[in-house]
C-alpha cells in the first residue's frame, strides 16, 4: 500500500497506462482472430493452431484487465 499521495498518484498512473496497454493488446488480439482461414489445409490448421495461443494469451490479458481495473476501482473510492 503506497505511503505517501505522490506514491498514490504513481500508482494510479501506473494502473493507467496498464489498463491501456491491455485494452490495446485485446484489440489487436480480437483483430487477429476475426481473420478469415487460409483456403489451404496445411495452413488453416497451423492458423487454428495459432488461435488455440491466441485465445489462451486473450483470456489471461481480459483477467489481468479486470484486476487492473478493481484496483483502479479502489483508486477511486478514496
Do not use: M, N, V
Given at each position: 500500500m503506497p505511503n505517501t499521495k505522490h506514491e498514490?498518484?504513481?500508482e494510479r498512473a501506473r494502473l493507467l497506462t496498464?489498463?491501456?496497454?491491455l485494452r490495446?493488446?485485446?484489440q489487436r488480439i480480437e483483430k487477429d482472430l476475426r481473420q478469415p482461414l487460409?483456403?489451404?489445409s496445411q495452413e488453416r490448421a497451423?492458423?487454428?493452431e495459432n488461435r488455440e495461443v491466441l485465445e489462451g494469451i486473450a483470456r489471461a490479458a481480459a483477467e489481468d484487465l479486470a484486476r487492473v481495473e478493481q484496483r483502479l476501482a479502489a483508486f477511486?473510492?478514496?
Open positions: 498514490s498518484e504513481e496498464q489498463r491501456d496497454e490495446e493488446r485485446l487460409d483456403a489451404d497451423i492458423q487454428l477511486a473510492k478514496r
